[in-house]
């Protein structure tokens, strides 16, 4: 089946840049868009962007300037950074796919499990 | 910029009971792209519906959604202990692509 994990730093300096990794498995990663999606503690989700294996991304705009979304297909996984970091980026971090259902419909279908990332001196 | 509003915060009922939960959106949302999300502490959000009405794989039919324009809801006929979490609606549209509402608490009364 399908399945997503998410990697990187659990803590991250204010300003640093946060790097995560998402694992693709059980299907291919040129088949789908791929998303990152964050929840800071106690809140609600937050759209960071989604990002296709050619390259083409989206991102939400009150975070465009610091996002970057890659693939990287010959490893099955796709990765965000996000620079210059404050403790307002303080959440759990998940990555999810992006399902196309057809008749302009779409949603997150498949999520990670989530992880946690710290911005902290 | 469309946001969505959830209603009630918290829903306090009890097994058995049926659970109606309001998403309102501030502009007209197509209804292909509105989607109910289910979480529970400590976990990642479950799809539930797309489409506005189109159960997700998986999802028992005491899950339904409907509405459409600005005003969706979300129904769970009967509810099972299992049942009791967050749920969070979620639009795709124009600028910035996806929101999601603040979440609706169903708890055990």
């Known amino acids: 089946q399908v399945q997503l994990q998410e990697s990187g730093p659990g803590l991250v300096k204010p300003s640093e840049t946060l790097s995560l990794t998402c694992t693709v498995s059980?299907?291919?990663?040129?088949?789908?868009?791929w998303s990152w999606i964050r929840q800071p503690p106690g809140k609600g989700l937050e759209w960071i962007g989604y990002?296709?294996?050619?390259?083409?991304?989206d991102y939400n705009p009150s975070l465009k300037s610091r996002v970057t979304m890659s693939v990287d297909t010959s490893k099955s996984h796709f990765s965000l950074k996000l620079t210059s970091v404050t403790a307002a980026d303080t959440a759990v971090y998940y990555c999810?796919?992006?399902?196309?259902?057809?008749?302009?419909?779409?949603?997150?279908?498949?999520w990670g499990q989530g992880t946690m990332v710290t911005v902290s001196s | 910029e469309i946001v969505l509003t959830q209603s009630p915060g918290t829903l306090s009922l009890s097994p058995g009971e049926r659970a109606t939960l309001s998403c309102r959106a501030s502009?007209?949302?197509?209804?292909?792209?509105l989607a109910w999300y289910q979480q529970k502490p400590g976990q990642a959000p479950r799809l539930l519906i797309y489409g506005a009405s189109s159960r997700a794989t998986g999802i028992p039919d005491r899950f339904s959604g409907s509405g459409s324009g600005t005003d969706f809801t979300l129904t769970i006929s009967r509810l099972e202990p299992e049942d009791f979490a967050v749920y969070y609606c979620q639009q795709y549209g124009s600028s910035p692509g996806f929101t999601f509402g603040p979440g609706t608490k169903v708890d055990i009364k």
């Open positions: 999810a796919r992006l399902y196309d259902y057809g008749d302009y419909s779409n949603a997150f279908d498949i």
């Open positions: 059980g299907v291919s990663i040129r088949s789908y868009y």
């Open positions: 502009q007209s949302v197509s209804s292909s792209y």
């Open positions: 990002v296709y294996y050619i390259g083409s991304a």
